[in-house]
């Protein structure tokens, strides 16, 4: 049965459509006039409503704040020549979102009821889709505890909220990584596989360091050894080596992308072989000095298909080739494109019409 949302309306009497620059939208300072709030209470969600962007009252000892339940989602909607307006596989990330959710001892959202959600407040504020080449309107939906509480224990109450807002290229340029030896993004039994606040708090003070080195990303490896690739910043890592794709399986480590999936479906359905494996930093750096490596790429929503530049490991900088020059990566590039901004048909059923 699916069940249909209902959602209380107040508009805003201000919009800032007009004073928004569109030239100028750098990842997640612009948001809309619109956000959508509900409450977990009483062990059932509640009060569904559409509001005017801004603060949300809160008390100082919300468990969220104070023991880190909280967790996000990331997706983006994209508008077509002839108006029509699409989400990229909310599905996916509705059932991400519940994954996060049961790992944080948070309540579980039913999954038609995250995507009428997220699908209204773009509805509301389908104005605000840019539609230059390469934006979207981000959508950040995410949940967090509000018990004024200060014990260790779940909350009983807790707020989902969605945000949304227009951007544009998250990367400009092909990027120069690092592979972290030290810090550790998530360990076996950890959360990694989740959106959890709290995994992003710990990545960045690395990041700020390889920052500080001249770098633009990380690349993490496994807890144990340092020996394995796991992902990249907040996005997947993925290699074309010896003319297949590899990438590290998506298991508790990792953050099953919905980028990552979409991907791999193409590879497939491309007739290239795909292994979703333990990918070791031994042979991506014998790949890069032998020329066998001819694709690296970060893949995820906000980063969209991100070109590695360069790796650098244990003081050593390996150069790839001219990402202009890859066939596998311009490839998937585009035909994302094409079916995100509907240009070509949506075989795969991935557009999920608002
Ligand atoms: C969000 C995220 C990704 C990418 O996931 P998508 O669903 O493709 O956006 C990958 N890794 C991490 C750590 C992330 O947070």
Same mark, same amino acid.
Do not use: F, S, V, W
């Given at each position: 049965m699916t069940e249909t949302l209902d959602i209380k309306l107040t508009k805003t009497s201000q919009s800032r459509l007009e004073q928004t620059d569109f030239d100028n939208l750098p990842f997640g300072r612009t948001f809309s006039d619109h956000m959508l709030v509900a409450d977990y209470i009483d062990g059932e969600w509640k009060n569904f409503e559409i509001v005017p962007y801004g603060p949300i009252a809160i008390s100082p000892a919300i468990s969220a704040l104070h023991y880190g339940q909280a967790f996000f989602e990331g997706i983006k909607a994209y508008k077509h020549a002839d108006g029509t307006v699409t989400i990229f596989r909310p599905d996916k990330n509705a059932i991400r979102f519940n994954k996060s959710a049961e790992r944080l001892c948070m309540p579980t959202l039913p999954q038609e009821i995250f995507v009428q959600s997220i699908a209204a407040v773009v509805d509301i504020d389908r104005e605000w889709i840019p539609t230059k080449e390469n934006h979207a309107l981000y959508i950040r939906p995410f949940m967090f505890a509000t018990d004024p509480y200060l014990g260790v224990t779940p909350s009983a109450t807790y707020k989902f909220v969605v945000l949304v807002g227009p951007v544009g290229p998250y990367f400009s340029k092909a990027l120069r990584v690092k592979i972290e030896t030290h810090y550790t993004r998530a360990a076996e039994g %950890?959360? %990694?596989f989740a959106k959890a606040a709290g995994n992003y708090g710990s990545s960045m003070l690395p990041a700020r360091k390889a920052a500080e080195e001249g770098f633009d990303q990380l690349i993490w490896t496994d807890a144990?050894?340092? &020996?394995f690739i796991e992902e990249m910043g907040a996005a997947n890592a993925m290699f074309l080596l010896d003319g297949k794709l590899i990438t590290a399986e998506a298991k508790d480590t990792i953050l099953d992308g919905v980028t990552r999936d979409t991907v791999i479906a193409l590879a497939k359905e491309w007739g290239i072989t795909v292994e979703e494996r333990k990918v070791s930093v031994a042979e991506i750096i014998e790949g890069a000095k032998n020329g066998k490596l001819t694709d690296a790429f970060g893949a995820g +929503? &906000? &980063?969209?298909i991100a070109p590695v530049g360069s790796i650098s490991y244990n003081g050593e900088e390996y150069f790839l080739s001219d990402?202009? +020059?890859? &066939?596998f990566s311009k490839r998937v590039f585009n035909t994302l494109d094409a079916i995100k901004y509907g240009t070509t048909p949506d075989t795969h059923g991935w557009n999920y019409v608002v």
């Open positions: %950890g959360m %990694g144990k050894e340092h &020996a +929503t &906000a &980063a969209t990402p202009e +020059t890859r &066939a």
